[in-house]
């Protein structure tokens, strides 16, 4: 069985104070609910979790009622840090999951084909992570002042989700970092730690996370874009 995990416990502090952002009103519908309609129309995945902050539980299950999302779901609480709220989302994963792919709660663009090749990706070496090519030339610096070296563009990828992992590979990974007292931003960064093969999934259509206000035109736009392109979508929403 195929699963989503959904990490929506973070409020998004560089949205501004008492903001939250998983909330905002987004093309009609709060940004978290376009995430989530995302896994819940993808035909490749069959139940989905998400991980929350406590007290939250009323308001997301009132959401898959308003939005009529049809597919399984689990709530999680969220912890400390992004690594505590997957591992408890894991633990929430029904019995027979097999692959698990997990997403970030704002990111809500994401296209089924992106979150199928992940899913292939990592049932052929365990994990894979959606990547874009770094298309900007990127500087060094420790102190934030001076540039110390340029880096070669060439080799760069910057990461995104859905990141996806067969589960026995991604709870190892989290174990052997929780054990080390690691604070990882990036679930692929775990695997780095016992030697496992993470497979580059390269996004070809933007795939934003929603991080500043400056970012909630673009996704406006690109949901907006979508619909167009598939009725599906706007009927849906």
Excluded: Y
């Amino acid at each position: 069985m195929v699963s989503a995990l959904i990490v929506a416990a973070g409020r998004g502090t560089r949205m501004g104070p008492d903001v939250d952002k998983l909330f905002l009103p987004l093309a009609g519908r709060p940004l978290v609910a376009h995430t989530w309609e995302r896994f819940d129309r993808a035909g490749c995945v069959e139940e989905i979790v998400l991980v929350i902050r406590a007290g939250l539980e009323s308001a997301f299950k009132e959401m898959a009622v308003e939005f009529g999302f049809k597919k399984p779901f689990r709530l999680a609480i969220g912890g400390a840090e992004r690594q505590d709220s997957v591992w408890n989302g894991l633990a929430a994963l029904g019995a027979a999951t097999e692959i698990v792919a997990i997403q970030d709660g704002a990111r809500p663009c994401t296209g089924e084909a992106l979150i199928e090749a992940t899913i292939a990706a990592a049932r052929e070496v365990g994990a894979a992570v959606t990547a874009q090519r770094v298309v900007d030339t990127i500087k060094e610096s420790s102190d934030g002042a001076l540039v110390e070296r340029t880096l070669e563009r060439r080799r760069l990828w910057a990461v995104q989700t859905p990141q996806t992992f067969r589960v026995e590979v991604i709870r190892r990974a989290l174990t052997a970092a929780r054990a080390r007292n690691l604070i990882l931003t990036d679930d692929t960064a775990a695997c780095e730690l016992i030697g496992q093969a993470v497979r580059l999934v390269e996004a070809t259509q933007p795939n934003p996370n929603a991080t500043s206000p400056a970012d909630l035109a673009f996704l406006e736009f690109q949901l907006a874009r979508g619909a167009a392109e598939n009725p599906a979508l706007a009927n849906h929403r």
